[in-house]
């Protein structure tokens, strides 16, 4: 055999075990083989359901129907029709047969079950999550015991001959993450997906609806979690469903207007949020006739909702002033006026009063609380984590062979304009951008430059950053400010 029919071969092989891997889809009625049975395949890469395909014969021999006449359809029409595919993001993956030998057993095993042995413990997690995420030490503590709980309770579900496991069930612990714009909520979970290797969806709850109207359905945060796991069901049962701007769906408090974005929304989550077998399109956050549809349980998908629930502060103050009383022991009116970690305080009363339901709260038994970013902790986010503002720009400039250093004053000058913005570590971005450009500028006009110190001075405009040449020669940076 020569060498191309060997190269031929193989790549028949590999698109055959690809197809494998996929159910077949009907191509009239979009349903998967797991539910519609044994599939009937013609040219073109075209399957047809038995159900489907008895319709249709049916509907020709029945005479009076303007199918009978084939031959008035455009030969060009028939032929695109026939060639159209399902792509594979619109298919789902086929679940692991049950082996009849021990050794594909053990190795089907390792696909499905979660290795508990494998899990990093819950100090571990919190030790990567340290690298990245500064301060939050609560925040990281709660979320690395849930997660490690979360999928140890999986993998011993699974060993269904664990004693430990016929007395007690043990139920999933949802999570409500709260805390103020910029401090890292969002932040947290992507790292926390970068550090496991499960499935992690992150969607926004802005932009669901109640079913029936404009926008995404509740099922749409499943779809990107079966996304994520590459359409393989098993993988996205065990997965993790971060939903951000959770407090967007609040009841409204007055309105005339009938509520599709609020107190709907809330109830149509608590299905998924308690653990029930719900209908997801495969490839689309909608369902129609042309996606295909599966069905997921989500008893064991861990769900973690965050919001900055903003006048959630005047709340809290209002049920805490109600507590002083009268006379030389009582807390005054202002006392809570400038309380950076306000939200520690809340309480369920509080998030009720906010607008979030009783049922809704009751499935997110864990809510803790995001603390507000200090001068010293926003300076210790500009140069500490591994992935660090400062060092991006440092790398940079190194690529010019050039040295970026700050001084403690720049660095601190930098926090206090964060501050002054109230927008946590996302003001900081913003800062530094503003300031960098005109060095970003400058440098590569000048091959001699082998230094660059920023200064509060330059920081606070009252001042131009100070260079050394390679010889050594310390001078100011003429910019286009200075």
Same mark, same amino acid.
């Given at each position: ?56 014969? &049916? ?101 269904? #001959? ?76 065990? #997965? ?98 400038? &309380? ?9 009363? &509080? ?105 509060? &001075? ?12 390679? #010889? ?11």
């Amino acid at each position: 055999m020569s060498d191309e029919n060997k190269k031929d071969n193989d790549l028949d092989h590999n698109e055959d075990n690809k197809k494998n891997k996929y159910e077949e889809i009907c191509y009239i009625c979009r349903r998967p083989e797991s539910k519609a049975g044994k599939m009937i395949n013609i040219p073109g890469n075209i399957c047809i359901c038995q159900s489907c395909m008895q319709k249709t014969f &049916d509907t020709m021999n029945n005479g009076n129907n303007p199918y009978m006449d084939m031959s008035a359809l455009n030969p060009a029409m028939m032929g695109f029709m026939m060639q159209q595919d399902i792509p594979n993001r619109q298919k789902i993956k086929k679940k692991a047969e049950e082996p009849a030998k021990k050794t594909e057993d053990k190795e089907n095993e390792k696909e499905k079950v979660i290795d508990i042995k494998k899990l990093p413990a819950p100090h571990i997690i919190k030790a990567s999550l340290d690298e990245f995420v500064i301060g939050q030490n609560h925040a990281k503590k709660v979320i690395s015991v849930a997660v490690y709980n979360h999928y140890k309770r999986v993998a011993k579900q699974k060993d269904t #001959g664990n004693p430990l496991m016929e007395d007690v069930e043990i139920e999933k612990s949802n999570m409500l993450m709260i805390g103020p714009t910029g401090s890292g909520k969002t932040y947290l979970v992507k790292t926390l997906a970068r550090i496991l290797n499960v499935p992690l969806a992150i969607t926004d709850a802005t932009s669901l609806t109640e079913a029936g109207y404009i926008g995404d359905d509740v099922e749409s945060v499943l779809s990107k979690l079966l996304a994520a796991a590459d359409n393989d069901v098993e993988k996205a049962e065990q #997965g993790i469903v971060f939903i951000d701007e959770i407090d967007k769906i609040a009841k409204k408090k007055s309105t005339n207007n009938r509520d599709v974005s609020g107190e709907s929304v809330q109830q149509g989550l608590l299905k998924l949020l308690e653990g029930s077998e719900v209908e997801v399109p495969v490839g689309a956050t909608s369902k129609n006739a042309m996606v295909p549809l599966t069905t997921i349980n989500t008893k064991n998908i861990l769900f973690i909702c965050g919001g900055a629930f903003p006048d959630l502060d005047k709340i809290i103050k209002a049920r805490l002033n109600k507590q002083s009383s009268i006379g030389f022991s009582a807390d005054l009116k202002d006392k809570y006026d400038d &309380d950076p970690n306000l939200f520690q305080k809340v309480s369920v009363d &509080d998030l009720r009063e906010f607008g979030m339901i009783p049922e809704f709260l009751g499935r997110l038994p864990v809510v803790y609380s995001l603390e507000s970013l200090t001068k010293d902790m926003l300076t210790k986010i500009l140069i500490e984590p591994k992935n660090a503002i400062l060092k991006q720009y440092k790398k940079l400039l190194a690529l010019d062979e050039v040295d970026l250093n700050f001084d403690q004053s720049a660095l601190e000058a930098i926090a206090e304009k964060a501050m002054e913005k109230k927008t946590g570590a996302r003001a900081l971005r913003a800062i530094i951008e503003e300031f960098m450009l005109d060095i970003m500028y400058e440098i590569p006009k000048d091959d001699s430059i082998g230094r660059v110190t920023i200064t509060r &001075d330059y920081i606070e405009k009252k001042g131009a950053p100070m260079i050394e040449m390679r #010889g050594s020669v310390r001078t100011p940076m003429l910019t286009q400010k200075g």
